[in-house]
Every structure is written in structure tokens, then in C-alpha cells.
């Protein structure tokens, strides 16, 4: 296994205010990995920061061994926290779209897709609900042949039964060899599928460990184990 | 096929159980060809990765064969899967005796207990 997302001493700031600070982490390929924390613990500001939205102010993070760009953003998939399509655009026409700009987009992937969450690939954006929304993002994200998907709290406002196929989903598309790394709150609902648990908090790792190995020693579920350490 | 998993252990271990008890019950016969890990993993919702590690202790067990091939299927062996069985049964059995000692039971009063039981039952 290599190592497909690496953080050096890692720092940003915003100001006076640190979001990142001087986080070290790597993660080896072909692992699902739950990148958990309470609100503002830096969690999207790391993701940000692999997606080249943000630069470091000091220190490295590495996709692949390079800094993110444009060759890194060809391996990456990402999911952000909010939404930066179109609105008046139609679901096909968003489609039509990411083929043009991602050589690894599989069209008839999201057909399927949509198709098994029942959404109209003619319907604009601007008239579906939120979580409706959400699925679609989610489901381009997920056509893509990527090495390393990035998904900003995917689940976070869809109801439980569209979480369940979500996740479904998840591990349905992503291959042996790529890795999923899911910025989330929501830990009970995921934990079954994650490998590997990333704490995060005011932007310092505090735990990082496989899902078995705190199950195994602590004899807690992984959230159960969260509300302890972040505690209020 | 429901999977039942809880939060306090390990989830391959409790995947391995279930599988195991799905051979024991006859849900895959000896000789048997398992679905891909990918497709079980699937279906427990759970990381494939941990669907491999359990399928991995199976097969150390002697229960499952992998063939360089064509998967995984499990053992034609009956006698391997009847170890595997009488091994489970008393594993639950120490349990059960633990309590009752703790209810301050004898072991000769547990069998008799057992023996009227199973006796009514025949009735």
C-alpha cells in the first residue's frame, strides 16, 4: 500500500484565529476513513486545503506526493459542503458537463443512479428539495473513477433511508485501490463502513486508529468513544 | 439474510459469527459457492475491507476455501464444519454454566434440571 494523502506540520490561519495546526498524517490507499470532529475543528479547512481552495501557511500536504493542482485534482473527487452547480441548470445538462470535464466521469454511472433514487434527469435544480440536491451532488461525485474522494459531510441533510443507500453507494463505487475520506458528525450512522477514525479537534489530530482496534480494546462503539472525547 | 451488528465488539468478529452460524444452519451448503466479498459486504453494509478480514479468519478456521479463481466456497468437509460446531456449542455452554453457578447451582443439579426439562418437552 502507498500513500495517497500526506499532511506535514500542517498549519492554517486565518488571522489570528488557527484552523489547521501543525497536523502530521498520512493515509495508505484502499481505506474508507472517517475524518471526525465537532463543528469547527478544521475539518473542512483540511479538505479545502487538499482541493487547493486553501493554501497552508506553513508546512506541506502532499495528494499522491504532490502538492494539490491541477494534476492532483485529476485523482480527486470532491464532495463540498455546499453546492456550486447551477441552479437553472437541468440534472443532464450537469452531467453533460462533468463529461466534458473529467475524463474519469462514467455518465452511465449517475444514470443509474439517479435512476435508483428516482430523480428526473430533465428537473432543474433550483426545484428540488435540499436533500434532493444533495443526492445529485453526491451521485456526480461518485460517477467519477477517482483515486481519492473527498466527501464533505454527504449525508448531512438527507433523511435516513436516502443515508442508507448512500452509503451503499459509497461502497459500491469506490475501488480496491482508491480511498474514501468522509468529513462527518454523524459517526453512529457510518462507522460500519469506515476502516480507519481521524479525530480532529480546534485543528489538531488528537486519535487516529482503526475502527476494530477501538471496538477491540475500549469495547465502545466509535461513537460512543467520540462523545467521551468531546465531551462539553 | 439480516445482519445483526452491535457496537461494542469488533465487527469482523460478529461478521465471522454469522457467517458461521449461516454454514451451520445450512444457508450455504457444504461445497457451496460464497458471493463475492464485495456483494456480501454489500449487503451487511459494512467496509469491505472488514468483510475480507472476516472471511480470512473463516478460512483459517478451515470452514472456507479460497480457489485462486473462482472465490470462495465453503469446505465439502462435514467433519470440518461439525469441530466448528460442537466448538461453538461449548463455548456457549461455559457460558450458560458460569451463570448458573453464579445462581448457586451445582452441576449435577443443572443436568437434573435439564433432564425434567427435557423430558416435559418430549411430553
Not at chain 1, 13 to 38: C, D, H, M
Not at chain 1, 70 to 84: A, G, M, N
Not at chain 1, 122 to 136: A, F, I, Y
Not at chain 1, 212 to 231: A, M, P
Amino acid at each position: 500500500m502507498s500513500t495517497i494523502f500526506e499532511c506535514k506540520d500542517l498549519t492554517k490561519k486565518f488571522g489570528s484565529t488557527v484552523a489547521v495546526s501543525a497536523v502530521n498524517l498520512k493515509i495508505e490507499r484502499g481505506q474508507i476513513i472517517g475524518l471526525l470532529g465537532p463543528n469547527g475543528s478544521g475539518k473542512s479547512t483540511l479538505i479545502k486545503l487538499a482541493n487547493e481552495l486553501l493554501t497552508p501557511t506553513s508546512g506541506n500536504i502532499l495528494i499522491d506526493g504532490k502538492k494539490p493542482g491541477i494534476d492532483t485534482k485529476k485523482i480527486v473527487s470532491y464532495l463540498p459542503e455546499k453546492t456550486y452547480l447551477n441552479d437553472w441548470m437541468r440534472v443532464y445538462q450537469i452531467i453533460e458537463l462533468f463529461s466534458d470535464f473529467y475524463d474519469n466521469f462514467k455518465p452511465e454511472k449517475a444514470y443509474d443512479m439517479l435512476k435508483s433514487l428516482n430523480i428526473n434527469a430533465n428537473d432543474r435544480l433550483k426545484t428540488m428539495s435540499k436533500g434532493t440536491k444533495e443526492k445529485v451532488q453526491l451521485i456526480l461525485v461518485m460517477s467519477r473513477e477517482a483515486e481519492l474522494y473527498l466527501l464533505d459531510e454527504p449525508i448531512g441533510g438527507v433523511d435516513p433511508a436516502a443515508r442508507d443507500y448512500i452509503l451503499q453507494t459509497i461502497l459500491r463505487n469506490y475501488n480496491e485501490n482508491a480511498t474514501v475520506i468522509i468529513s462527518t458528525h454523524l459517526i453512529s450512522d457510518i462507522e460500519n463502513i469506515l476502516d480507519y477514525v481521524v479525530f480532529i479537534n480546534q485543528g489538531k489530530v488528537v486519535l487516529t486508529s482503526s475502527v476494530d482496534d477501538i471496538r477491540d480494546e475500549k469495547g465502545k462503539s466509535v461513537d460512543v468513544l467520540f462523545r467521551e472525547v468531546f465531551k462539553c | 439474510m439480516r445482519w445483526e451488528l452491535k457496537s461494542d465488539r469488533p465487527i469482523y468478529t460478529q461478521l465471522t459469527e454469522q457467517i458461521e452460524l449461516m454454514i451451520f444452519s445450512g444457508v450455504y451448503p457444504l461445497g457451496s459457492k460464497l458471493p463475492s466479498v464485495r456483494d456480501m459486504a454489500q449487503d451487511a453494509a459494512v467496509n469491505p475491507n472488514t468483510m475480507q478480514r472476516a472471511l480470512a479468519k473463516l478460512e483459517e478456521d478451515g470452514l472456507i476455501i479460497t480457489h485462486r479463481t473462482s472465490g470462495r466456497s465453503i469446505t465439502e468437509d462435514a467433519r470440518m464444519v461439525e469441530i466448528a460446531k460442537i466448538k461453538l456449542a461449548q463455548e456457549q455452554i461455559s457460558e450458560f454454566l458460569e451463570k448458573m453457578q453464579l445462581l448457586g447451582f451445582e452441576q449435577k443439579e443443572v443436568l437434573t434440571i435439564i433432564d425434567n426439562m427435557v423430558k416435559e418437552m418430549k411430553n
